[in-house]
Every structure is written in C-alpha cells, then in structure tokens.
C-alpha cells in the first residue's frame, strides 16, 4: 500500500458543488499538507498542519477548508467548487524536521 | 516575499547530453531539497542539502549547495531517456523551517 493516500484519484462536479478530498498516511509523520498543481506555477500551498490541534492557512486558502481528523488523516474541503478551482491536488507529509515530502499520488479535479 | 527563482523553465536535450538546473533564493535558506515529478506522476523526493558548499552525487545526478545557502544545482551527467520529468527545489525557511518556498520547476525532455 502506499505511503500517502488521496481519495479520489479523478473528480467532475459541478460548479457550486462542495467537494472533499481525502488523505490518509501510514507514514506516522505529523505534519500534513494539501498543494494545488497547475501547468506553468508550480506547487503552491493551501494549508498544512503540524498535528492535530495545529492548522495553518498556506498561500492559497481561500475558497478551501481543512479537517485534520487525526494525525493520519487530512481533508480537503472546496466549499462551493468555482472553474478555477480546476487542478491537480497533492497531499504530502513530512516528519518534524520538513525533510523530505513524501507525496500522495493526486487528485484530478475537474469543475465544470 | 521570499522567492526560489529556477531556471530553466524547459530543457530539451539529447541522450547523453549533461543537464544542469538551477535554483536562486533572495533569502538564505536553512535546506534545500530536491524533487523529480515523472509526467503524469506525483513529485518524489531526491535528496536534501544543509551545510554551506555541500556536494552530493547519487550516480549521475550531482547536487551543491551555494557557499551562502541562496544557490543550489542540480547536474546530470549523460541522461538517460529515464531522466524526463519535471525537477523542483524547495528551499527551507531559514528563519522558521515551518514551510518550503518552491520553485517553479525545470522540465526536462530527453530525445533518443
């Protein structure tokens, strides 16, 4: 099985749909990320956690919720899913020390 | 804001050619890591460097880390059609490693 799991690997909906993607890691790291890919810009970050009390806004928040559930599970929430929001979304995990991220395999969205 | 600069965006070579990419932070950096993403695939971690002037190799990849810890490389020596992908630096905040500031990626084709 793999490290970093993300669930599901392909998505369409529906504008103003909200959507959850899923995260599970067997890795026993704390600290959990959710990262939004598109063609041209690179990795940005919409919201980490260091554990389960701690949850911090990345660079790209906005439009975007998270649940940490428990130190193996981080969720990402699109409350009313827009076009823009078309991407590919990676979660990752990393020990205490940021050190080499291990990456889930993503999540294609599609709104249409 | 603080900022990892990689250049090139696109490299296109052929077999057996050497590759170099490079990263260029405005802060100095704590890290820096490394990160091949195959086409279609999720980013998979390289390698991380930390001393000033580091050097490391992993077969026909070559890694330093800048005297100042604002520069890093990333060379390889006679690709392979194998090497084709897309490679990222992420530097470590120097002043608080809670988040890495990412380039936006080299892209590498490789021609038979």
């Known amino acids: 099985d793999a490290d970093v799991t993300q669930t599901p690997r392909n998505r369409i909906t529906k504008t103003g749909k909200r959507i959850m993607l899923e995260c599970s890691q067997t890795k026993g790291h704390d600290r959990m990320y959710w990262y939004r890919q598109d063609p041209g810009l690179g990795l940005r970050l919409i919201y980490y956690?260091?554990?389960?009390?701690?949850?911090n806004k990345g660079e790209i928040s906005d439009g975007y919720s998270v649940s940490r559930q428990a130190q193996a599970k981080f969720s990402l929430s699109l409350e009313s899913a827009i076009p823009n929001q078309t991407a590919l979304y990676f979660c990752?995990?990393?020990?205490?020390?940021?050190?080499?991220?291990?990456f889930g395999s993503g999540t294609r969205l599609t709104v249409v | 804001g603080q900022q990892v600069m990689q250049i090139p965006q696109y490299q296109h070579v052929q077999e057996g050619e050497d590759f170099t990419t490079y990263c260029n932070s405005s802060t100095t950096l704590s890290n820096i890591q490394w990160y091949k993403q195959r086409p279609g695939g999720h980013p998979v971690f390289l390698i991380q460097?930390?001393?000033s002037g580091e050097v490391k190799k992993q077969k026909r990849l070559t890694f330093q880390f800048g005297e100042a810890k604002k520069n890093s490389s990333l060379h390889i020596t006679a690709t392979q059609t194998t090497d084709v992908g897309t490679y990222f630096c992420a530097g470590g905040n120097a002043g608080n490693n809670r988040k890495l500031i990412w380039g936006l990626g080299t892209s590498l084709a490789v021609n038979p």
């Open positions: 460097l930390v001393k």
């Open positions: 956690s260091f554990d389960v009390k701690d949850i």
């Open positions: 990752a995990t990393s020990d205490w020390r940021g050190a080499g991220y291990t």
